[in-house]
Nanobody
């Protein structure tokens, strides 16, 4: 059973930093893309950053140069280092994986975490 658990959210002042983590379990011998999304109050969920399996990282224009996505060596935890935070970064941040392959079976299935709240005060 695939599970994603985010952590690291909190409340900081504008200009501050936070590091989000997302631990993935239930994916032994699997390959998957990992990404972060966010949803601000009253807005739709939007893409923040991605680190594909074997590919290059990507970022939304709004966070380029401020956020950095990375993963651990085991590729079962993805991080989002967020610097120079702004009030408009306030949102619930969600981790997503797109399961591609487990062993010899191929998939194209998304799994989401429950989110971690980030609040930036001015």
């Amino acid at each position: 059973q695939v599970q994603l658990v985010e952590s690291g959210g909190g409340s900081v002042q504008s200009g501050g930093s936070l590091r989000l983590s997302c631990a993935v379990s239930g994916t032994t011998n699997c390959w998957y893309d990992m990404s972060w999304y966010r949803q601000a109050p009253g807005k739709e969920r939007e893409f923040v950053s991605a680190i594909p399996s074997g590919g290059s990282t990507s970022y939304a224009d709004s966070v380029k140069g401020r956020f950095t996505i990375s993963q651990n060596n085991a590729k079962n935890t993805v991080y989002l280092q967020m610097n120079s935070l702004k009030p408009e970064d306030t949102a619930m941040y969600y981790c997503k994986i797109t399961l591609l392959r487990c062993g010899l079976r191929y998939y194209n299935t998304d799994y989401w975490g429950k989110g971690t709240l980030v609040t930036i005060s001015s």
